[in-house]
């Protein structure tokens, strides 16, 4: 249904309510068009005199929708209308309605209506990140950065993961700014990157360094850069943190993993107990590896290539330097098929352990323990990213064990290499090093970046 240009009068309006096919659903339908089409407020306006004067009443969710078009087009006392309307009709709203109040007068000069709104919300629910976002960057937009910072601690506080689009906000409103206390908050934010192990793409980047820069009486000087392999940076010869866990913390990670992982979270749900004590005899009797391999994972690494042909690429590229390795398999490898050729499986066995498990077993559980149990030298050969598994360790400071951990050892492609340091933003107190995402690519994908920003300050 095309919206109409101008206003409609009643007669009109049950005109076209008739030709359409499901009068019932007419004025949803209409108004979702309405906004698809960004039509003029009047002509939006004149449906709900249409639909109150039809039914004696304009039902919560055509408000909504009428609300939403509003706030596309930023008409601030519209939103305030329907706002006056919905609190004396409804009890309670949800949270989309809040979304939209918020988010159309945060960006108008009645920016303060949605900070009361804000904690409206808190009185019945958990704001979103929307909510939050929204408030933030009204606050950053007219200097209230106290305000600002307030509010971004405060959804910190509530688990809400902030954009990278917030945080770059508080980088360019800051610029030129004096402060100490400011200075701080902003540090905080680079250590909330790395505390997240969170990569800033190219924009935001750039709004670091030219914030850095722009300090008064600060002597900060950005490059762009590449790390060397060694972990030496070309720009100021600074040797980066290296990935490797201390004894204790690796044997503390460890032991976390083992209870909270794999005992404490539902990897029983994909294997049995027998089967992964089975699993825990062979990998006793067996140990140390050098490579743990998650064979299903790897197999689908080139797609057009046989399954068994990648893995055997991967395990004769990993076997060269004389590395013990242990193949994560399923039992429906050993079963001759199109993709699992019995003979290259065998070929495989000579040169590598295998562990078979059942078909819908878990991999990750496998793959932690007989990588963990091998020492801190022991690499491990998987795609996935072990996201779940991190999420169920329950301090950060053991998260950040297992994500220094993880970068250190995980081999995502065979035969990309670990990092021999740690790739997370870094700081001395005169010099910081910040590892971003290049490229479009790079920045949708969950790969470690080889980008940093090295900035110091000349004394």
Same mark, same amino acid.
């Given at each position: 249904v095309q919206p109409p240009e101008k206003p409609l009068q009643t007669e009109e309006w049950?005109?076209?309510?008739?030709?359409?096919?499901?009068?019932?659903?007419? #004025?949803?339908?209409?108004? /979702?068009?309405?906004? &698809?089409?960004? *039509?003029?407020? $009047?002509?939006?306006?004149?449906? !709900? +005199?249409?639909?109150?004067?039809?039914?004696?009443?304009?039902?919560?969710?055509?408000?909504?929708?009428?609300?939403?078009?509003?706030?596309?087009?930023?008409?601030?006392?519209?939103?305030?209308?329907?706002?006056?309307?919905?609190?004396?009709?409804?009890?309670?709203? #949800?949270?989309?309605?809040? /979304?939209?109040?918020? &988010?159309?007068? *945060?960006?108008? $000069?009645?920016?303060?209506?949605? !900070? +009361?709104?804000?904690?409206?919300?808190?009185?019945?629910?958990?704001?979103?990140?929307?909510?939050?976002?929204?408030?933030?960057?009204?606050?950053?937009?007219?200097?209230?950065?106290?305000?600002?910072?307030?509010?971004?601690?405060?959804?910190?506080?509530?688990?809400?993961?902030?954009?990278?689009?917030?945080?770059?906000?508080?980088?360019?409103f800051s610029r030129g700014m004096k402060g100490a206390e400011l200075q701080k908050e902003l540090f905080g934010i680079l250590l909330y990157l790395r505390e997240n192990q969170t990569y800033p793409h190219k924009t935001f980047m750039r709004s670091i360094k030219l914030w850095f820069e722009s300090i008064p009486g600060g002597n900060w000087r950005g490059h762009l850069t590449n790390i060397k392999d060694s972990g030496q940076c070309p720009v100021c010869n600074h040797q980066l943190e290296d990935s490797d866990l201390t004894e204790e913390e690796y044997n503390n990670l460890r032991e976390r993993i083992i209870r909270d992982v794999i005992h404490g979270t539902d990897t029983f749900r994909k294997t049995s107990p027998r089967e992964f004590e089975a699993f825990q005899k062979f990998v006793e009797n067996r140990l140390p590896f050098d490579i743990v391999i998650d064979g299903l994972n790897v197999s689908h690494i080139k797609p057009r290539k046989m399954h068994c042909e990648n893995l055997f690429d991967a395990v004769n590229c990993l076997a060269k330097e004389n590395a013990r390795l242990l193949v994560l398999g399923r039992k429906h490898m050993l079963v001759n098929s199109s993709n699992w050729k019995r003979e290259i499986m065998k070929e495989m066995q000579n040169k590598a352990d295998f562990f078979f498990a059942e078909n819908i077993s878990e991999d990750d559980a496998f793959l932690l323990y007989a990588t963990l149990q091998s020492g801190k030298h022991c690499k491990f050969v998987t795609r996935d990213f072990l996201r779940d598994h991190k999420a169920c360790l329950p301090d950060s400071v053991t998260r950040h064990l297992f994500r220094k951990w993880q970068r250190g050892h995980q081999i995502v492609f065979s035969p990309s290499p670990a990092f021999r340091y740690d790739c997370v933003v870094q700081t001395t107190g005169d010099t910081w090093h910040i590892p971003y995402k290049d490229s479009f690519e790079e920045k949708y994908s969950y790969q470690v970046p080889r980008k940093w920003l090295c900035i110091q300050q000349k004394r």
């Open positions: 049950n005109r076209l309510r008739e030709s359409f096919q499901s009068p019932e659903r007419f #004025e949803e339908v209409m108004f /979702n068009n309405m906004v &698809r089409c960004n *039509s003029p407020i $009047d002509v939006a306006k004149s449906l !709900l +005199t249409y639909v109150a004067k039809s039914n004696g009443d304009i039902a919560y969710n055509l408000l909504v929708k009428y609300l939403a078009l509003c706030v596309q087009q930023g008409q601030t006392s519209e939103i305030h209308d329907v706002y006056d309307i919905m609190k004396i009709r409804f009890r309670i709203l #949800e949270s989309g309605a809040y /979304n939209l109040f918020i &988010r159309g007068l *945060s960006n108008s $000069d009645q920016w303060r209506t949605a !900070l +009361t709104l804000l904690e409206e919300v808190k009185k019945n629910m958990i704001p979103s990140r929307t909510n939050y976002e929204s408030c933030i960057k009204a606050a950053i937009r007219h200097q209230e950065m106290n305000l600002a910072f307030e509010l971004y601690h405060e959804m910190l506080a509530k688990d809400l993961v902030p954009t990278l689009d917030v945080l770059q906000a508080f980088f360019d």
